[in-house]
Nanobody, 115 residues
């Protein structure tokens, strides 16, 4: 088991930047990967960015070049730095830890981008 606590969400104007953090209750080294997902109203949850235990990263096409995922194993924390934000980035952002066959989720943090 692990608890994941997201922070850093809020309201930002289009074109602005915001950073999210996900603090885990235990070491994240043992997880195959850590990821950020988001869910907008009326839409399915979608993968935004993922970082493996070896620090390989992958991004949704919609955020490539604008978002950066990183991890600090010493702090058991994963980050999502978001820049050039667009109104369509508005969603609840969820931290995810992968240990197949299980997925662990945080409670989510709201990001709202105003136009």
């Amino acid at each position: 088991q692990v608890q994941l606590v997201e922070s850093g969400g809020g309201l930002v104007q289009a074109g602005g930047s915001l950073g999210l953090s996900c603090a885990a209750s235990r070491s994240i080294i043992s997880f195959v990967a850590m990821a950020w997902y988001r869910q907008a109203p009326g839409k399915q949850r979608e993968l935004v960015a993922i970082i493996t235990s070896g620090s390989s990263t992958n991004y949704a096409d919609s955020v490539k070049g604008r978002f950066t995922i990183s991890r600090d194993n010493a702090k058991n924390t994963v980050y999502l730095q978001m820049s050039s934000l667009k109104p369509e980035d508005t969603a609840v952002y969820y931290c995810n830890a992968k240990m197949p066959p299980r997925d662990f989720w945080g409670q989510g943090t709201q990001v709202t981008v105003s136009s």
